[in-house]
């Protein structure tokens, strides 16, 4: 299941950020926060597949990193939210539309509560829990077309 987070670590590694005038643009910060949600939920699947095979939840947690942080999903989720929230401020200020700027509050509200979503529920079957991510990705996209009608 390792192969699963170096693949994710691989893919975000070959996001070619642009150039710094673009930092504070909307895409940039749509690629930014979904490169995160990704990441955050490959950490995830990776400590699930660690519980399912016998690993302590302290275990799966560290995806057995020691305390190094690089596997653990609540640093990945309390990390991501904060750079995100960070990320979000600094684009909002740069758009100038009210309608752009609300639009762009309703995407960040929709991306923290799919953060606050990568932990299965308790009892969650993986069935369920897939199709709730699959809800939320929906929330996220409309959310986002929202943004860039009003752009």
């Avoid at 640093?75 to 539309?97: E, F, H, M, P, R």
């Avoid at 752009?100 to 929709?110: F, P």
């Avoid at 009892?123 to 897939?130: A, F, N, S």
């Amino acid at each position: 299941m390792k192969h699963i987070a170096a693949m994710a670590a691989l893919a975000f590694a070959t996001l070619a950020p642009p150039a710094s005038s673009e930092e504070n643009s909307p895409d940039f910060y749509n690629l930014m926060t979904t490169a995160v949600l990704l990441k955050c939920r490959a950490v995830m699947g990776v400590a699930l597949s660690r519980i399912a095979q016998g690993d302590s939840a302290e275990e799966a947690r560290n995806n057995g990193n020691g305390t190094d942080g690089d596997g653990d999903w609540s640093a990945c989720l309390a990390n991501g939210k904060k750079d995100g929230t960070s990320l979000y401020q600094s684009t909002l200020k740069s758009v100038k539309k009210p309608k752009a700027r609300e639009a762009l509050k309703g995407y960040q509200a929709a991306w923290l509560a799919a953060m606050d979503g990568i932990p299965p529920a308790g009892g969650e079957i993986r069935l369920d829990y897939r199709r709730r991510q699959s809800a939320t990705d929906t929330k996220i996209r409309e959310a986002w077309s929202k943004v860039q009608v009003e752009l």
